[in-house]
């Protein structure tokens, strides 16, 4: 009875829930180590739990709609104009926004092969057709995206870093890439680690938005902000863009806690820091320990790594599960033999890296 785009979809397959795993193994709650959806280690940062707190007094009524308070904030710190941002329920919801937006039945959207899987799944949900370009070393081949754009094609998704294999490309890739766009088609540039590679290489797509009318930036509150339960994610775009999107968008996707969480958080430079921190150590104390067992890897600009076992991952990840510790399989996007695993605290790398060892044994 679906509509065509649906029918052949499979549902997006979340990490294993720790209560789940804990049930199923009788194990206590607390002794699992989760690192299977790159949610930050550290936990939220303290100022949003407080500020959320005190937001439960006024639940009652509904949320800002139009997330005044949050919008002036981010604007700020974005250097940009509140017009130019839409607010989301996760960033997923402006991805999702944007397919509905400015996809049909009668248009296409180009992505790479092995990117985040809500792209195919937002443009498959509006009858649209989706065109995954092959991979260059599991990260996206630019120039294969832009040849691959058809006459019908609206919208291209670029990841930076991508989900899940950690790949990134440079400024002056993006910008190869973006001169060669028509500009009729809208680029969504998917930044939902960016602030991870603050310091390094990676570009800044809110830089470039004055010079490309067409591009459109995603972030999150999801991952180095540590709110990946209050769901707050948003787009910034040309004002026209977000005037569009704003027209679908649920008045209230955001909740008024989120908003609270989201406005305090942006203000704790000092957990943004050490989530910078933490993950940069995690990331090398894994790597040592993947190469100490022989294993590679995808060399990441995320707050997570994707290990190639060279063998059926499906064993090694229910092994690890039997130890306690919940990674990512990654088969449904094509690698049946890696596994995604996001960096946690010394102590969790430490066990999941000892898990891993065992089961390999
Ligand atoms: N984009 C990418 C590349 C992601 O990995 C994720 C989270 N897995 C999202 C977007 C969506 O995150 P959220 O909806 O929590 O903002």
């Not at 007094?57 to 709609?65: F, M, V």
């Not at 998917?190 to 938005?209: C, K, S």
């Not at 999150?220 to 968008?249: C, H, M, Q, W």
Request: with cysteine.
């Amino acid at each position: 009875l679906a509509v065509p785009g649906v029918r052949g979809m499979s549902p997006y397959q979340p990490g294993k829930p720790i209560e789940e795993l804990a049930r199923e193994q009788g194990l206590k709650v607390e002794d699992i180590v989760k690192l299977a959806s790159n949610e930050n280690p550290l936990g939220p940062p303290p100022s949003a739990v407080k500020a959320m707190a005190e937001s439960l007094a006024e639940l009652a009524r509904y949320p800002d709609g139009s997330s005044f308070l949050l919008k002036q904030t981010l604007a700020e710190k974005l250097k940009v104009s509140p017009e130019q941002l839409t607010m989301g329920n996760g960033s997923n919801d402006v991805l999702v926004l944007l397919a509905e937006s400015f996809l049909d039945a009668g248009s296409s959207a180009v992505y790479s092969q092995y990117a985040f899987v809500v792209y195919p799944l937002a443009v498959k949900a509006v009858g649209a057709e989706g065109i995954a370009v092959p991979a260059l070393n599991y990260g996206h081949d630019l120039d294969a995206m832009v040849e691959a754009i058809k006459e019908n094609t609206r919208i291209v998704f670029l990841a930076n870093p991508n989900n899940p294999t950690g790949t990134s490309f440079s400024e002056q890739a993006l910008l190869g890439f973006l001169d060669r766009v028509p500009e009729d088609v809208i680029v969504v540039l998917d930044e939902a680690y960016y602030e991870y590679g603050v310091g390094g290489d990676l570009p800044d797509g809110i830089e470039l938005l004055d010079r490309y009318p067409n591009l459109v930036v995603t972030r999150t509150f999801s991952k180095a902000y540590g709110l990946a339960g209050a769901r707050v994610g948003y787009s910034i775009s040309n004002p026209e863009v977000a005037d569009v999107l704003n027209r679908l968008r649920q008045p209230f996707n955001l909740n008024l806690p989120a908003q609270f969480g989201a406005v305090a958080a942006l203000q704790d430079d000092a957990y943004m820091q050490k989530s910078i921190e933490v993950n940069q150590q995690g990331m090398a104390f894994l790597e040592q320990g993947f190469s100490d067992l022989g294993l590679s890897w995808i060399p990441s600009s995320g707050n997570f790594i994707t290990v190639d076992l060279r063998c059926n991952a499906m064993p090694v990840y229910e092994g690890l599960l039997s130890k306690g510790v919940i990674v990512r399989p990654v088969a449904n996007y094509g690698m049946p033999e890696h596994l995604r695993i996001s960096i946690g605290l010394p102590e969790e790398n430490r066990r999941c890296l000892e898990a891993l060892g065992q089961v390999l044994a």
